[in-house]
Structure formats: structure tokens, C-alpha cells
């Protein structure tokens, strides 16, 4: 068995959960991406470029490392590698990268503002805001670049402009929650902005109570990465 083939195998499953449960957008098409951080290494497994989810294999799945140079695989990773690698070098804590299509964080993009603190449960998981990463044309530099920056605020959701979602987390279970999470605080909030009323949002000393345990989280994460420590402050 290969180094790769457990990370292989589990990008695999997720891409094909959240394309059967309609996250990609659509269940036939190839939109979206999963990858995974290699343990102990400066490597990326992604999933690759215009694959359909539905005949999409373990084989397919690619390797590369954090210059986007082929570890593994025969196709051409994802076109928005970039933006995971990125993701990976900004955020010690992150050791998973879903980014979808999803039909309610897909409405708030175009609605062109952060998702505030609405539910404590939710706030306690993703962090009391859902930041809007402005619009840049997929796979550019210029998309990479907002969402290291973004990113920086330690929250494991994002809303991308004119475009879908990004959920960062410490394993694939966890992000995928988070994409759970999303996509039910997404539905409730465009819902509660069509009535037209104002929109109750939990206190400030509250969302900042709640935000406090989920760095606190981020750090106990965080210190299981020594080498990738390294890679972070030199990119810095």
C-alpha cells in the first residue's frame, strides 16, 4: 500500500458524499474541490481537474507538494490547488479543504456580505462570522492571494463572491460539519433578510466568549504541526 493511498481514499469518499448531496451544485458535474494535508510532510492530495465526482476513482486523486510540483497522479490537480495550499500555509490548524458549490451559501455570495453571528452552537464550531472573500476569476492569483488573507481570521467558513463557499477544518468529518453548518445558517439568513425585518444577532461579549474557545481549539491543533510551524513563519 502507497503513502498516499489512505489520503487517496478518503478525498475520494468526501468528494463523492458532497457531490450525492447536491454541495458541487449539480450530481453529474465536476465543480468543487476536497483535499487533504499530508501528515508530517509539505504535500497536498486534491482532487483533479474537470473529473466527474460520479466516475471519479482513488487513482485519479493527485498528490502535489507546496510549489504545486507532481508527487502523484496522472491528471492535472484541481485548478484551485493554489487556494488550498494557501489555506494550508496560512492556518496550522487546517488539515482539510472543501470548497463547494452549495445552493444557500451560493445565495449569500450574491448578496455581497458576511454572515454574522447568528446561532451559538454554529458560532461555537465555524466562529462567530462568515467573512466574504471578494471576487476574483477561479484559479487566479488574485483569488489565492484574498483568501490567504482572509483566512487569517481563524474562522472555518467563507462565503466566495459570485462564486460558492470555502470551510477549512482540522480532518475531512469535521469540515464537512462545517459545510453542514454553513449551508443551514446560509438558508436561514436569506430567509430572515426576504422578511424584511432587522436581524437579531447574538451579543458581542457572547460571539466573543464562543470565539475564544474555538481558537483555543485551533491552538491544541495547531501544536500537532511542528514542521508545517516552520513552513507557516518562513512564508510569513
Do not use: W
Not at 463547494?100 to 451559538?120: K, M, Y
Not at 483566512?151 to 467558513?157: F, I, S
Request: hydrophobic share 40%; proline share 6%.
Amino acid at each position: 500500500m502507497g503513502r498516499y493511498d489512505d489520503y487517496k481514499e478518503q478525498v475520494l469518499r468526501m468528494s463523492q458524499k458532497l457531490s450525492d448531496q447536491g454541495y458541487f451544485g449539480t450530481r453529474s458535474g465536476s465543480a468543487g474541490n476536497v483535499s487533504m494535508l499530508v501528515e508530517d510532510e509539505d504535500a497536498v492530495v486534491v482532487t483533479p481537474t474537470r473529473m466527474p465526482y460520479d466516475t471519479m476513482t482513488a487513482g485519479d486523486i493527485c498528490v502535489v507538494d507546496f510549489e504545486l510540483k507532481p508527487i502523484e497522479g496522472r491528471l492535472k490537480p484541481s485548478i484551485e490547488a493554489p487556494m488550498h495550499v494557501e489555506a494550508y500555509k496560512v492556518r496550522r490548524d487546517v488539515r482539510a479543504v472543501i470548497h463547494t458549490h452549495q445552493r444557500g451559501a451560493s445565495a449569500v455570495s450574491l448578496i455581497a456580505e458576511p454572515i454574522p453571528p447568528l446561532f451559538d452552537e454554529v458560532a461555537l464550531s465555524i466562529g462567530p462570522l462568515v467573512d466574504l472573500i471578494p471576487y476574483a476569476l477561479s484559479g487566479t492569483r488574485e483569488l489565492h492571494d484574498m483568501v490567504a488573507d482572509k483566512l487569517t481570521n481563524r474562522c472555518h467558513c467563507y462565503v466566495m463572491q459570485n462564486h460558492g463557499a470555502l470551510c477549512v477544518g482540522p480532518d475531512l468529518e469535521s469540515t464537512f460539519t462545517f459545510v453542514e453548518l454553513l449551508e443551514k445558517i446560509s438558508s436561514v439568513y436569506v430567509a430572515a433578510l426576504a422578511t424584511g425585518r432587522p436581524i437579531s444577532v447574538l451579543p458581542d461579549p457572547i460571539a466573543t466568549n464562543l470565539f475564544e474557545a474555538v481558537k483555543a481549539r485551533q491552538d491544541r491543533e495547531a501544536a500537532r504541526k511542528p514542521r508545517l510551524q516552520k513552513t507557516a513563519a518562513s512564508a510569513g
